[in-house]
């Protein structure tokens, strides 16, 4: 018998076990499933009082960069991979823009299967990469963008005995769902909106679905306007058709013809929001932002959300969540590339004074 999360010990040091023992209740899960954990989620929700102040608002940002592999595919990959163990699966597969399959490869090692992922060439940051490889996978590199590589992994199973633990797999989604429970126990309540970067679609398709089923089991008494940001280079939802070759610095974004295209479109009109796209040049203003003013560095993608938040505004004094899917530290090249690395000076204190201008 599973406890309730009331009955557990309470108390500043209470142990967080995964987000499986936290919710277990919502999740396609049972006695029998193998609970494949890193302990994920319980990520920090963040109030960020200088964006807050910017945007006339009351911005919390919940910060999934805190997350074992450094990116929010946790959530939903200890579930896929728990789930794959109890079928008996002994390899799993994803196409992936990265941080996916930076997931894959550690939770599949923790569960001793074998782990196969399909990166786009030239198109997947340094620190996913080396995540990949370090956790065992076996990293396939294809010359083609990741809509294509999805296309073949999609089909694997019909040749070969794996699971693929794509956003396709519908447990990706369940503990996804998580995310939005979190921002309900903390905040008391669903925000007034929700801010989110948009890619294959399957995070908002999450949290819209996260935010409902929480309303319904009486956690919550509202829901929130869901407002999703695409990157303007790789924006198919917001053009209304697909992008043949998607552009922009956001690679985990970089998707052409995402997978839950209608889990976002319905996400934004049920909950009376939308989708819209906001450029490389908003993107990378909000990145450089949230670190020099908040402290948070995360990744480009992920600052799609506040990119947006800032481009559109809310109404006064809204309480609002912007989620930052991943941390900055995944793609060293790109926040090297924002900046100028200072040369060296001599070691001395005459020489240091002055270049610091003291
Ligand atoms: C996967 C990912 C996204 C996009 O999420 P979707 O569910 O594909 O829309 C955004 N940011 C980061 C950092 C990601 O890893």
């Keep these: 018998m599973s ?30 499933t193998p609970v494949v954990t890193l302990h994920e989620g319980g990520t920090p929700l963040l109030f960020a009082p200088r964006l807050s102040e910017r945007v006339g608002a009351e911005v919390f940002l919940k910060l999934e960069g805190a997350n074992p592999t450094g990116s929010f595919k946790d959530r939903g990959m200890t579930v896929a991979i728990s789930k794959a163990a109890e079928e008996g699966a002994q390899a799993v597969v994803c196409a992936s823009t990265g941080n996916t399959s930076a997931s894959a490869a550690a939770y599949a090692a923790r569960a001793g299967m074998a782990c196969a992922v399909l990166i786009p060439e030239g198109h997947i940051a340094l620190g996913k990469l080396a995540q990949a490889l370090v956790h065992g996978a076996r990293v396939l590199q294809v010359r083609g963008n990741f809509d294509v590589a999805l296309e073949i992994v999609r089909d694997l199973p019909n040749r070969a005995p ?13 503990g996804q769902m998580t995310g939005a429970f979190e ?13 989110i970067p948009v890619g294959n679609a399957g995070n908002i398709t999450a949290y819209w679905r996260g935010y409902l089923e929480y309303k319904a089991a009486g956690h919550s008494t509202r829901l929130p306007r869901m407002m999703g940001f695409q990157a303007e280079g790789a924006a198919p939802i917001v053009n209304g058709a697909p992008v043949e070759s998607p552009e922009t610095i956001a690679t985990a974004i970089r998707i052409g013809n995402p997978a839950s295209w209608f889990g976002a479109t319905a996400a934004a009109s049920e909950s009376g929001g939308g989708i819209h796209a906001v450029s490389d040049e908003e993107i990378l203003s909000a990145y450089r932002f949230l670190a020099s003013e908040e402290s948070v560095f995360c990744e480009a993608a992920s600052a799609a959300s506040v990119a947006g938040l800032i481009k559109l505004g809310v109404p006064e004094s809204s309480r609002v969540v912007c989620v930052l899917t991943g941390h900055g530290l995944k793609d060293p090249d790109l926040a090297i590339s924002q900046l100028t690395v200072p040369p060296a000076v001599d070691a001395e204190m005459g020489a240091v004074l002055a270049a610091l201008g003291l």
């Excluded at 921002?183 to 801010?195: R, S």
């Design 3 to 32: 406890e309730t999360r009331s009955d557990r010990p309470s108390g500043p040091l209470r142990p967080w076990r995964g987000l499986i023992e936290e919710y277990r209740e919502f999740l396609p899960v049972t006695d029998a």
């Design 162 to 174: 794996v699971v693929v633990v794509n956003s396709i797999n519908p447990h990706r989604i369940a």
């Design 183 to 195: 921002i309900v126990d903390v905040l008391g309540d669903a925000p007034d909106v929700h801010c």
